[in-house]
C-alpha cells in the first residue's frame, strides 16, 4: 500500500492535507511512558505517520498491566516495555522510527532528550517526571502534552512553548497522593485521556486553532462528564524546588533522605543524614550550602521544604529516588489533576 493510499482518509481533511501530513510525517515526539496513557498515544501518532518516536520507560511488563496497557500481551511479560512499545509502532507503520529507550526519564537526561524533540508528551504517573518534563520544556521552548489518571477521572493539558508551565497549574506538590497500585484504574479512562493527548500533540503539530496549548481538559468518569478551561493568562510561580537526579548531589550538599533504612537500605548519597519523614520541626541548613531533600517520589521531600525557616534564602531541590534498585520516577505517586 503507498503511503498516499494510507493516509488518504486524513489528508482528504482540510485541516491536514498533503501539507499537514508533511508536518506529521517530519515531526519528533519524545513520549514519557510506555504504559496506559501511552497505549492510545503511541497507536494513533504512529498511524498517523508520526516521522520519529522517542519512548522512554524502565520498567518492564507485568501481568497487572495488561488491562490498561493495550500495546503488550501476555507473550511481553518481562521486557523492557519501552522496547516492546517501539516494536509495536514499527510493526503498525513501517513509515515511522522508533527508538525504545530502557531508562528512568529524570532531570539528568531530560534536557538532552528534550531538546533533540519537537514535542514532548508525559505519559507517566510520576508528578515528579511531570515537574521535570515541565521545567525542561520551559528551558528549551519545546511543548508539553501531559495527561494523569486515576481511579474513574482524568485529564490532559498542553504546557509551555508559549504557555504557562505545568508549575502555574500545579504550583505545590500535593500534600499527599494516591497511586493508580492503592487506588486502582480503570482502562477505558485512560484509553479516552490518553486519545485526547493524542489529538492535542496532532493539533499543535498541524498548526490548528485554537491551540491546544494552555487548554485544560478533564473527565469526571462518576457523571460521565467533561468540563476544560484556558489557562493561558496563569502567572508563573516564584521560585520553588527543583529536582535533580541523585547523580548531581555534590559532596558540598547538605543532604536529607526521608526514607527510613527499612525501605532504604542505602541513603541517596554517602554522607546524607536520615530524618523521619514525619518530623515536623523546623529544618536548619547551613547557610552557604545547597539543601538536598530525598524521598522515594519527592512527596515526602516536598512536604520536609514547607517547614524550612521563613528567613532562610538558601538553595533547596528535591530527589525522588525511586525504589532502591531502579530509581523508577514512573512509579511515584501523581497529582489530583484539580486546578491549583
Not at 75 to 81: E, L, M, T, Y
Not at 118 to 129: E, I, K, P, Q, W
Not at 283 to 310: D, E, K, N
Request: include cysteine; aromatic fraction near 6%.
Amino acid at each position: 500500500m503507498s503511503g498516499a493510499e494510507r493516509y488518504l482518509r486524513q489528508t482528504n481533511l482540510p485541516e491536514v492535507g498533503a501539507a499537514g501530513q508533511a508536518r506529521l510525517s517530519s515531526a519528533h515526539a519524545l513520549v514519557l511512558g510506555a504504559g496506559g496513557l501511552a497505549a492510545p498515544v503511541l497507536q494513533y501518532l504512529a498511524g498517523a505517520g508520526l516521522g520519529r518516536l522517542s519512548i522512554i520507560d524502565p520498567d518492564r511488563v507485568e501481568l497487572s498491566n495488561l488491562h490498561r496497557q493495550t500495546l503488550f500481551t501476555e507473550a511481553d511479560q518481562g521486557r523492557p516495555k519501552a522496547e516492546a512499545a517501539a516494536a509495536f509502532c514499527t510493526r503498525l507503520n513501517g513509515d515511522v522510527r522508533a527508538d525504545g529507550i530502557v531508562a528512568a526519564f529524570d532531570p539528568a537526561s531530560a534536557p538532552a532528550l528534550v531538546q533533540a524533540a519537537d514535542l514532548v508528551l508525559d505519559c507517566t504517573d510520576s508528578f515528579a517526571a511531570k515537574y521535570v518534563a515541565s521545567d525542561a520544556c520551559m528551558a528549551a521552548g519545546k511543548p508539553l502534552f501531559s495527561a494523569s489518571v486515576l481511579g474513574l477521572d482524568g485529564y490532559a493539558a498542553g504546557f509551555c512553548d508559549g504557555a504557562p508551565s505545568y508549575r502555574a497549574l500545579f504550583p505545590e506538590l500535593p500534600e499527599s497522593a494516591r497511586t493508580c497500585a492503592s487506588a486502582g484504574v480503570l482502562g477505558p479512562v485512560v484509553g479516552m485521556i490518553g486519545s485526547l493527548q493524542a489529538q492535542m500533540a496532532m493539533t499543535w503539530i498541524l498548526g490548528l486553532d485554537p491551540s491546544p496549548l494552555g487548554q485544560f481538559l478533564r473527565y469526571e468518569g462518576g457523571p460521565m462528564r467533561f468540563s476544560s478551561f484556558r489557562f493561558d493568562g496563569a502567572p508563573e510561580p516564584a521560585g520553588g524546588p527543583r529536582f535533580i537526579a541523585p547523580g548531581q548531589i555534590t559532596e558540598a550538599d547538605d543532604v536529607l533522605d526521608l526514607r527510613p533504612a527499612s525501605e532504604a537500605p542505602h541513603p541517596v548519597a554517602p554522607h546524607a543524614n536520615r530524618r523521619d519523614a514525619e518530623d515536623t520541626s523546623p529544618l536548619t541548613p547551613r547557610p552557604g550550602r545547597r539543601l538536598v531533600l530525598a524521598c522515594r517520589s519527592g512527596l515526602r521531600a516536598a512536604r520536609a521544604a514547607r517547614h524550612l525557616p521563613p528567613d532562610w534564602q538558601g538553595e533547596v531541590v528535591l530527589v525522588a529516588a525511586g525504589d532502591p534498585l531502579t530509581h523508577d520516577m514512573n512509579r511515584s505517586d501523581q497529582p489530583t489533576g484539580k486546578k491549583q
